[in-house]
């Protein structure tokens, strides 16, 4: 990308490693490169099993396609360029390229966040009215809203790259990250920034709000599910939550920590940073088919009788 400025034109940045870990590289990339097949081998499962067994064609197992969707799309943006730094110590990346891959990887967080907002209320109708609830979230109701979740994620955060692209961009090429983030990004213009600063903490403060109104979905669950009178029914109608209470956990704490330790930590450790940054993309993919398989009958019942391991 060639930009007109006086002074020197950068047209590629530079991605980090682990800084003084360099000798361990070689290592990080084996194992970032088990965690990304088998990040892509359980989310693809998933898919599969949702999408043959009848069984499972409910609101529910839909929203939880949605996030396989989403956590695939996280891999595929931002760990082959991970790999490449960390197997072959290629750092550089076209401006372009780093431009795409923001949008990418915001792209696809939000609608993480969004998919996980959507299977809050999800489980608050399944609580709430389990008799309606078939009614209430039908099949094209649920397409409905997919659809409107993951038009609003692209909308969101479209205008990031055009933004980006009418900065300047001059002798400042490294990056703090493996890949590329818009507020990363950013901070490298030599020209007025102040337009992407407020509409990234915009975009980053519809993200948070996600989380504010899955804790207060929460709160309406709690009370729904105190107002039970069986303690069994109680306790059934609280494990059905379990397995999204821990997708919400592993996708917002890392984003939770990070942010608090820009904002409060007086001497952050960069390492921790960095650690906890490529945990954020790393993680949520991996973990969440595994909680899922683990903590969901129905799913871990399907994927063992395709795997040949569990009698019908």
């Not at 949520?284 to 899922?292: A, C, D, E, G, T």
Request: hydrophobic share 50%.
């Amino acid at each position: 990308m060639l930009l007109n400025t006086s002074e020197v034109d950068v047209s590629s940045f530079l991605l980090i490693g682990i800084p003084g870990l360099e000798h361990v590289h070689i290592w990080v990339s084996i194992l970032i490169c088990l965690m990304y097949l088998t990040a892509i081998l359980g989310n693809c499962t998933i898919l599969c099993v949702i999408r043959t067994e009848p069984s499972l064609h409910e609101p529910m197992y839909y929203f939880l396609s949605m996030l396989a969707l989403s956590d695939l799309g996280l891999s595929f943006s931002s760990i082959p360029t991970m790999l490449r730094i960390f197997l072959f110590n290629a750092m550089g990346i076209s401006a372009d390229a780093c431009i795409a891959q923001e949008f990418f990887i915001h792209g696809f967080t939000d609608m993480e966040s969004s998919v996980l907002l959507i299977m809050s209320f999800d489980r608050f109708v399944a609580i709430r009215h389990p008799l309606r609830y078939s009614s209430i979230l039908t099949n094209s109701r649920v397409v409905q809203i997919g659809l409107v979740f993951a038009v609003k994620s692209i909308l969101l955060v479209l205008p990031l790259p055009f933004t980006l692209k009418r900065l300047r961009y001059c002798n400042k090429r490294l990056l703090s990250h493996s890949y590329c983030l818009h507020q990363d990004v950013m901070k490298l213009a030599c020209s007025d920034n102040r337009v992407n600063f407020y509409y990234g903490l915009f975009v980053a403060l519809c993200m948070m709000s996600d989380s504010v109104f899955i804790a207060v979905s929460y709160v309406f669950i709690l009370k729904t599910v105190l107002g039970i009178a069986s303690h069994g029914e109680r306790l059934k109608a609280l494990n059905t939550c379990v397995s999204h209470i821990c997708a919400v956990l592993i996708f917002y704490v890392p984003i939770i920590t990070l942010a608090t330790m820009h904002r409060f930590a007086k001497h952050k450790s960069p390492l921790a940073m960095i650690l906890i940054a490529d945990a954020f993309l790393l993680v949520p993919p991996l973990m969440n088919p595994i909680v899922y398989c683990v903590k969901t009958r129905q799913i871990r019942v399907k994927v063992l009788e395709k795997l040949g391991l569990h009698s019908k």
